[in-house]
C-alpha cells in the first residue's frame, strides 16, 4: 500500500480534539436515554415507542458513543472510559473490550487478512449481510486470542454479565416479553454492523490509504446517516470525536479536491 503525506491535525485545527463538556457528557447519556425510554415504555406495555427506543439506542451504540469511547476521543478517565465502554456495550448485548481490540486492530492493518472488522469490505453484498450473523462471535473470538491477559479476562466478565441477561430474558418470558424482546432487537440490532461498518464504507482494493474507504457526500447521506458517514475523514483521524467529523470533512474538503478524490454523492 502507497503511503501519501495528508494534513496534520495540528494544520487542520486542535480543537477538532474537544468537545464542550456539555457535549462529552449529552454523548454519554444518549444511549442510556433510550435504554431507560425502553423500560419505561415496557412497563406500561408500550411495544412500538419500546421498539423504537432500541433501535435509536442502536444508533447512539456502536458508532457513536461506543466508538468514541472505543478510541478514547472524550477525554475521560481512562479507567471510566473503559467501565463506560463496557457497561454501554453489554447492556447492547456485545462486548465492549472485544470491540475495541478489533476496532483498534482494523485501524492498524486494513487492509489485511487479520482485520477480522474490516473483513466484510471483501464480501458480496449478500455476504455481509451473512456475516452479521456471525460477526460479534468472530470479534470475541478473535479478541480473547489476540487480548492481553488482562483484556481477556475482561472479556469474559462482560460474556458473563452478558450470559446472564440472556437467562434472565428467557426466565422472564412468562412474566413478560419485553426483556426477551429487548435482547433479540439488540442482537438484530448489530447484525447490520458488518454491512454499514465494513462493506458500505470501504474499498480494500485502492492502492492507497485514501482510495481505500470511500468518501461520502450531500444532504441524502447526511440525512440516512445522521451525519455519520464520515468514514474516510475518521479513518485519516482517528482521534477526532464523532460530533466534530462534520467540521473535519469541511476543513478536509480542499485537501480532497486538491488529490482529486471524488465523493459519493446522490443529489
Known amino acids: 500500500m502507497s503511503k501519501i503525506h495528508h494534513p496534520t491535525i495540528k494544520e487542520l485545527g ?19 436515554i433510550f435504554f431507560i425510554l425502553y423500560i419505561i415504555f415496557a412497563y406500561y406495555g408500550k411495544i412500538i415507542p419500546a421498539i423504537l427506543s432500541v433501535i435509536v439506542m442502536s444508533y447512539f451504540t456502536y458508532g457513536s458513543t ?6 478514547r476521543n ?32 482494523h485501524h492498524k492493518k486494513y487492509p489485511h487478512d487479520d482485520d477480522v472488522e474490516g473483513k466484510a469490505a471483501s464480501m458480496s453484498l449478500f455476504g455481509s449481510l451473512l456475516e452479521g450473523l456471525f460477526f460479534q462471535h468472530r470479534i470475541v473470538r478473535w479478541a480473547l486470542k489476540n487480548g492481553s491477559n488482562k483484556e481477556r479476562r475482561m472479556i469474559i466478565y462482560e460474556l458473563t454479565f ?4 440472556l437467562l434472565g430474558g428467557i426466565l422472564l418470558i412468562p412474566i413478560s416479553i419485553f426483556p426477551i424482546l429487548y435482547i433479540l432487537l439488540s442482537i438484530m440490532g448489530s447484525w447490520i454492523i458488518p454491512f454499514a461498518t465494513s462493506y458500505l464504507v470501504h474499498t480494500p482494493e485502492g492502492t492507497n490509504e485514501l482510495l481505500q474507504t470511500k468518501l461520502f457526500r450531500g444532504k441524502f447521506y447526511s440525512i440516512i446517516s445522521l451525519e455519520h458517514l464520515y468514514h474516510l475523514e475518521h479513518h485519516l483521524y482517528p482521534m477526532v470525536p464523532h460530533k ?18 471524488k465523493p459519493n454523492r446522490i443529489p
Open 14 to 32: 486542535l480543537d477538532l480534539l474537544v468537545m464542550p463538556r456539555w457535549k462529552v457528557y449529552w454523548t454519554i447519556l444518549e444511549p442510556i
Open 66 to 71: 461506543s466508538h468514541d469511547l472505543v478510541h
Open 74 to 105: 472524550l477525554k475521560l478517565n481512562r479507567t471510566i472510559n473503559d467501565i463506560l465502554l463496557s457497561f454501554i456495550e453489554m447492556i447492547s448485548i456485545r462486548s465492549g473490550t472485544a470491540y475495541r481490540i478489533a476496532h483498534l486492530n
Open 162 to 165: 452478558i450470559a446472564f441477561i
Open 244 to 261: 466534530n467529523w462534520k467540521e473535519l470533512a469541511r476543513r478536509l474538503d480542499p485537501y480532497f479536491e486538491k488529490m482529486n478524490i
